[in-house]
């Protein structure tokens, strides 16, 4: 196995990507109203996959709660399953990560059984990551369709702050749950 101090910066690592991806699931700035197709410039419009929002120039801001789940675009509410599913295996990564560290001796001591805790939260890291860039991606992908639609007729938004964020936290989180699980490596076998 690798040294410990290797193992907790990994995991740290992870662990950021982790964060940013669950800031990025509860924030509502996953697309923004595109200033050149508003009527009146000093509004915004901002949409998250919980909550819509809108801003005026003097600093009013009223936000409501998306419409209900059954109504909602179907791009949508599969977004909003896939970054559930990245934070729940996030969880369980972290948790089983923990507890498979070389530096802790919570319950488990037989080295090979911590390394399979390891290797197995590293790749629920690098799952929950994929789950993450599929959402962020496949968002960012209908956004971008719909601003070069010359058909639609709807106000016209941009890529928002949150799907940039959701990007580098999904690198991150895979990024994490690769060198967590390479980190561990099976005890060499001499050949007599």
């Known amino acids: 196995m690798a040294s410990s101090s290797l193992q907790i910066c990994v ?4 662990l950021a990507g982790f ?3 669950l ?4 924030s509502n700035r996953w697309k923004i109203s595109d200033t050149a197709t508003v009527l009146v410039t ?4 901002s949409e998250g996959l919980w909550m819509d929002c809108a801003a005026t120039a003097l600093g009013s801001v009223q936000c409501k709660k998306s419409p209900c789940m ?6 949508i509410q599969a977004c909003r399953a896939l970054m559930i599913a990245s934070i729940l295996l996030g969880f369980i990564a972290t ?9 802790t001796n919570v319950g488990l001591s037989a080295e090979d059984v911590k390394m399979k805790f390891t290797v197995t939260g590293g790749f629920l890291f690098i799952l929950g990551g994929l789950c993450s860039m599929v959402a962020v991606s496949w968002y960012a992908a209908m956004v971008t369709a719909q601003f070069f639609d010359p058909l639609y007729a709807g106000t016209k938004y941009e ?14 989180y895979m990024l994490g749950g690769i060198l967590l699980a390479c980190s561990c490596k099976g005890k060499k076998k001499q050949d007599y």
């Open 11 to 14: 995991l740290l690592l992870a």
């Open 19 to 21: 964060t940013i991806s």
């Open 23 to 26: 800031i990025t699931t509860t």
């Open 42 to 45: 000093a509004d915004w419009i």
């Open 70 to 75: 059954l109504s909602s675009d179907t791009h």
């Open 95 to 103: 948790v089983l990560s923990l507890l498979g560290l070389k530096c």
């Open 159 to 172: 890529l928002g702050d949150a799907l940039y964020l959701g990007w580098a936290g999904s690198v991150l």
